[in-house]
T-cell receptor
Framework: DAGVTQSPTHLIKTRGQQVTLRCSPKSGHDTVSWYQQALGQGPQFIFQ???????QRGNFPDRFSGHQFPNYSSELNVNALLLGDSALYLCASSWKGVTSGENIQYFGAGTRLSVL | QQQVKQSPQSLIVQKGGISIINCAYENTAFDYFPWYQQFPGKGPALLIAIRPDVSEKKEGRFTISFNKSAKQFSLHIMDSQPGDSATYFC??????????FGQGTELSVKP
């Protein structure tokens, strides 16, 4: 049973460029959440996708956008990259929106984004 | 307040000792409290989690103690091993699934 997979593992971009990160959820999961983890910090919630719609959003600017496909996989897009966007971007998957019970989020290994 | 405050920032324990990490929160809307373990270059891995109506949960060497009235919870690692050396994050979940993470504790277990 494959866990959460993310691609690419590393990415180097320059300021002003755009980037797309990809995530495939754990088998049986239908909800994908994205987090940004700066060096030495805990992950910060960006947004969550369920049934191909953005359901919740954290305190991130509109430069951060996403998409969920019918097969539950997801993309995170960041436009007009800033130096401060350099971080580990984590995808987490869960089942039925994690609205109740012990449905908990499982994380991928992340994509390390460096903005120069 | 949606913050989760975690302490200590770093912890050094001898092999076989007990590691204790503490977290505190303010928002009573949190409905689930997981702990994650993260090794360098890896994503956070779920370690153990607890509901707010339970005061203690034990899985192997790992125990969560939960004090709802004090809005505090802690992770105890018994018989700590060098392989436990990692960064540990407490988290709290809001309805809908958003996780709020603590700042992390870097644990080093010395042989």
């Amino acid at each position: 049973d494959a866990g959460v997979t993310q691609s690419p593992t590393h990415l180097i971009k320059t300021r002003g460029q755009q980037v797309t990160l990809r995530c495939s959820p754990k088998s049986g999961h239908d909800t994908v959440s994205w987090y940004q983890q700066a060096l030495g910090q805990g992950p910060q919630f960006i947004f969550q996708y369920y049934e191909e719609e953005e359901r919740q959003r954290g305190n991130f600017p509109d430069r951060f956008s996403g998409h969920q496909f019918p097969n539950y996989s997801s993309e995170l897009n960041v436009n007009a990259l800033l130096l401060g966007d350099s971080a580990l971007y984590l995808c987490a998957s869960s089942w039925k929106g994690v609205t109740s019970g012990e449905n908990i989020q499982y994380f991928g290994a992340g994509t390390r984004l460096s903005v120069l | 307040q949606q913050q989760v405050k975690q302490s200590p920032q770093s912890l050094i324990v001898q092999k076989g000792g007990i590691s204790i990490i503490n977290c505190a929160y303010e928002n009573t809307a949190f409905d689930y409290f997981p702990w994650y373990q993260q090794f360098p270059g890896k994503g956070p891995a779920l370690l153990i989690a607890i509901r707010p109506d339970v005061s203690e949960k034990k899985e192997g060497r790992f125990t969560i103690s939960f004090n709802k009235s004090a809005k505090q919870f802690s992770l105890h690692i018994m018989d700590s091993q060098p392989g436990d050396s990692a960064t540990y994050f407490c988290a709290a979940r809001l309805t809908g699934g958003k996780l709020i993470f603590g700042q992390g504790t870097e644990l080093s277990v010395k042989p």
